[in-house]
């Protein structure tokens, strides 16, 4: 199955997505990762380089029959099709997950408190995550919002919406 996570840097998708990708045991594809070990090579990463090496990477995997937990902000709906184009492609299951903090105040706090677990990695100010184009989503998908959870909380909730998720792929 490919594990689509969306959401505003800040909103706690990277903990979350990571938290599944340890309980499920699946292989686990940042995109903040990708492009930063592109900026170290000297490689040109605005567009979507970094999003295309994450599909490539996404598709190999899910050929060998490994679940995938993509971890993208994921803005636009070009992108958000182009992963679901991945599982399609290859006859997998998918789920879209898109993470939020509702409250702008908690949100604001993580951000300007954060330290980047990358190295090198340059994270975004709260001026940018605001400013940053994110289209509404023009599909059903799982929405967990962090705001007033813990992460063990939000794994919690995030995999019982899993659960009916598959039920219906087997249904």
């Known amino acids: 199955m490919l594990y689509i996570f ?3 840097p800040g909103t706690g998708k990277s903990t979350l997505s990571s938290a599944l990708a340890r309980e499920l045991q ?3 594809l940042r995109v903040d990762v990708v492009e930063q070990a592109m900026r170290a090579a000297g490689t040109w990463v605005d567009g979507p380089a970094g ?4 599909y ?6 899910l050929r060998l ?3 995938v937990i993509a971890d993208t902000v994921n803005p636009i709906h070009v992108t958000r099709q182009s992963w679901r184009n991945v599982a399609e492609s290859l006859e ?6 898109e993470v939020v903090c509702s409250d702008d105040h908690e949100h604001r706090h993580r951000i300007e408190t954060r330290n980047a677990d990358i190295p090198g990695l340059v994270l975004p100010t709260w001026e940018k995550v605001k400013n940053r184009q994110y289209d509404v989503w023009d599909r059903d998908h799982i929405i967990i919002d962090t705001a007033h959870q813990t992460v063990a909380e939000s794994l919690k ?4 919406q899993l659960d009916r998720e598959r039920r219906k792929l087997l249904e």
């Open 65 to 67: 029959g490994l679940d």
């Open 6 to 8: 969306s959401g505003l």
């Open 51 to 54: 999003y295309m090496v994450c």
């Open 56 to 61: 490539a990477i996404a598709s190999q995997n």
């Open 157 to 160: 909730l995030l995999c019982v």
């Open 26 to 28: 699946a292989t686990y």
């Open 92 to 97: 997998t299951p998918f789920v879209e997950i």
